[in-house]
């Protein structure tokens, strides 16, 4: 990079710490200003990483001429509203995911983006594993052979017990799913991008285990809740879910099925996928990232411990410390914004990251996924 790139965060909680981290990793992009909707901890946010400002009104970041792109952070329902006004005010931007909280939505922030000719990124950052980029490039070369099933899941156990709480149970800042947007979207987009292939018909069973809750009268950030003091309860009816199971045709041959949710005792986070193919198959989870377990018919299975140097060629760049050091959740993004910031300095690189159209396709997975619960049948995804 030949200059500096001046960025604002949108979102204070956890995943706005989460993009702060990485893109201070990167050297060239400065962070400065975060929005917030609570002063207190926006400033308390910004003064661990000596950032000067801090504002409530997101009007007087996007009217900056100074600030080149923004990243949005805020609850899933209001990722549309502002990533829109942040196009419209000619900003790159990064929006986490679920894009949007329908396709309606979704389509019109893809044309938003065309039409200003601005870089946009869905953040799903899970892609940028050093292994996951492996089993991608395994698949091109044909290590693999031809795609026969794929399988597996993302689980948690966060929100195990009714006393569990998180702001994804309500949809009114969540939109109208929770485990499926939130996780699930994950995994489908990971299962397309390593296969190439792409889900065509689904059939979902999802269910909300815990149909009330007990919601804190105080705010409580993601994934704090097992370490959080006993406080003030109120019960709220939960409309979403906290669990799915997905059958899945990758067009004419290809079969698979995941489960999701966050009612998972004992697993953390446990994003998992296996491919099985014709020659070989894969199987991988965010669990144990640094190991790729490789199955062979007619020859002993094998285990490759991330190294760079005994890694595809085209995986090598994902891979930025020695085999043996690990490398995780926070490198996926650092993997990402690199790439991304890379294509905001020069606009004749052809984005190698998820953008607005790939969140605009989970969108249509979800809601497919939606339809097919209500109706309790198969149907198909579109394109």
């Not at 799903?124 to 698949?139: D, K, S, T």
């Not at 309860?233 to 199971?245: K, L, Q, S």
């Not at 991988?284 to 991330?306: C, F, H, M």
Request: glycine letters at 8%; proline letters at 3%.
């Amino acid at each position: 990079m030949s200059r500096r790139v001046k960025i604002a965060i949108l979102g204070t909680g956890f995943m706005g710490r989460v993009h702060l981290e990485a893109v201070s990793r990167l050297g060239y992009v400065e962070v400065a200003a975060l929005w917030t909707t609570n002063l207190e901890r926006g400033s308390k946010l910004a003064r661990e990483f000596s950032i000067e400002r801090v504002e409530t009104d997101i009007r007087r970041i996007l009217e900056d001429p100074t600030i080149q792109a923004v990243h949005v952070c805020t609850p899933n329902a209001f990722h549309a509203q502002a990533a829109k006004d942040a196009l419209e005010a000619g900003k790159h931007v990064v929006c986490e995911k679920p894009l949007a909280s329908s396709v309606a939505e979704a389509e019109a922030m893809v044309a938003l983006a065309e039409a200003k000719g601005l870089r946009n990124c869905t953040n799903h950052n899970l892609r940028f594993y050093p292994l996951v980029q492996q089993i991608r490039r395994m698949r091109e070369d044909g290590d693999l052979g031809e795609i026969l099933v794929v399988q597996g899941g993302y689980v948690q156990d966060f929100l195990l017990y009714d006393t569990d709480w998180n702001w994804r149970l309500d949809s009114r800042e969540s939109g109208p799913s929770c485990a499926m947007a939130d996780i699930g979207s994950h995994w489908c987009d990971m299962a397309e991008h390593v296969t190439g292939l792409r889900i065509t018909e689904l059939c979902a069973d999802l269910n909300t285990f815990h149909k009330t809750r007990k919601r804190p009268t105080e705010w409580v950030e993601t994934f704090a809740g097992k370490m959080d003091k006993p406080q003030a309860f109120e019960n709220f009816v939960v409309d979403n879910e906290d669990f799915g199971a997905v059958l899945v045709h990758f067009g004419e041959q290809a079969r698979g099925s995941f489960t999701a949710g966050e009612v998972f005792a004992g697993r953390k986070n446990r994003l998992s996928i296996e491919v099985y193919g014709t020659k070989a198959s894969v199987a991988w989870n965010q669990e144990a990232p640094d190991e790729l377990w490789i199955g062979n018919r007619n020859s002993y299975n094998q285990t490759l411990v991330k190294d760079a140097s005994l890694m595809k060629a085209a995986a090598q760049s994902y891979s930025h410390i020695p085999g043996g050091h690990s490398e995780g959740y926070h490198d996926t993004f650092k993997n990402m914004f690199k790439r991304f910031y890379e294509s905001v300095e020069n606009p004749s690189i052809e984005p190698d990251y998820p953008q607005f159209a790939d969140g605009l396709r989970q969108m249509r997975i979800i809601e497919t996924e939606l339809a097919s619960n209500d109706k309790r049948g198969w149907i198909s995804v579109p394109d």
